[in-house]
């Protein structure tokens, strides 16, 4: 069975920083690559970040700079470093496996407040 689990938001000022975390169960987190989306309410789901199997990195343009993607093969886990939050950061963040098919977990919240 295939999980990934999410951990790590919560209620941060604007410009604090959260650290998430997902771990995956169930796949081949070796070779898949990975992936962290948001989504606010009203809004459509955005891609905020991915990471290859080996490492290369992708930024959506509103959080280049600010949020770092990184993971560790051996643990099957996966993180998204975000500093410098904004109130625009606010959503839920899930993590997702591309592929045939896609895995997704439930997401996590997180709130910046003005």
């Known amino acids: 069975q295939v999980q990934l689990v999410e951990s790590g938001g919560d209620l941060v000022q604007a410009g604090g920083s959260l650290r998430l975390s997902c771990v995956a169960s169930?796949?081949?987190?070796?070779?898949?690559?990975m992936a962290w989306y948001r989504q606010a309410p009203g809004n459509e789901r955005e891609l905020v970040a991915s990471i290859s199997r080996g490492g290369s990195t992708s930024y959506s343009p509103s959080v280049k700079g600010r949020f770092i993607i990184s993971r560790d093969n051996a643990l099957n886990t996966m993180w998204l470093q975000m500093n410098s939050l904004k109130p625009e950061d606010t959503g839920v963040y899930l993590c997702?496996?591309?592929?045939?098919?896609?895995?997704w977990g439930q997401g996590t919240q997180v709130t910046v407040s003005s």
């Open positions: 169930g796949i081949d987190f070796n070779d898949r690559v």
């Open positions: 997702q496996s591309p592929g045939w098919p896609d895995y």
